[in-house]
């Protein structure tokens, strides 16, 4: 029954999401690489089905082997080179944190700078997520970005750290007071 729900979870078929939770479905159960399916759900990019999971009771902050979670998994999906800024959105409503890490201290930031997906980006830095966070390998998102050149995430990383007092050269200025960034993004959205 788990992978019934988990191929539903993954389509979005929230009425099939509901039968199979009623006939006795475990919400919480994991695939063999320990992901639930509601992470299924948030990397598919399946808004109701992520509801409808919430809803049920599923584990906002649950993780898998690699330290996967929800929010992570909706932070940017390779298959479909986007990330999905509706459901970061209702998973933070629900509770999830926004700079949990995942395998080598990556942030789901990181993954979306990575990524190249503005819109993630964006809201993720309005929300609060640590712009300066760096993973095991003392890389930030605004050098994820760098490697790929995805000028218009690399803006809005560099407004960010702009206005939490980081210079240019990545020196931090002790004049400044450390605001929480808001970043307005003037481009045109690129069409996923």
């Not at 210079?167 to 960034?181: H, I, L, N, R």
Request: a negative charge; hydrophobic letters at 45%.
């Amino acid at each position: 029954m788990s992978q019934e729900l988990f191929a539903a979870a993954r389509s979005g078929d929230t009425a099939q999401i509901q039968a199979l939770l009623a006939a006795g479905a475990d919400h919480a159960t994991a695939d063999e690489a320990g992901e639930t399916a509601l992470m299924h759900a948030a990397h598919s990019g399946q808004v109701a089905a992520v509801q409808a999971l919430l809803a049920a009771g599923a584990d906002v902050n649950a993780k898998s082997q690699l330290g996967w979670t929800a929010l992570a998994k909706a932070a940017y999906n390779g298959e479909t080179g986007r990330g999905y800024v509706e459901i970061i959105e209702v998973l933070h409503q629900a509770g999830a944190s926004l700079d949990e890490r995942i395998f080598f201290g990556i942030t789901p930031l990181m993954l979306a700078a990575g990524g190249g997906d503005a819109p993630v980006v964006e809201w993720l830095i309005n929300a609060g997520a640590d712009v300066l966070a760096a993973n095991e390998g003392s890389r930030t998102a605004r050098q994820m970005a760098n490697d790929k050149f995805y000028i218009d995430v690399i803006n809005l990383l560099n407004d960010a750290e702009r206005q939490l007092g980081v210079q240019e050269d990545g020196s931090c200025s002790s004049t400044k007071s450390v605001v929480k960034p808001q970043v307005v993004n003037l481009m045109k959205p690129t069409a996923h």
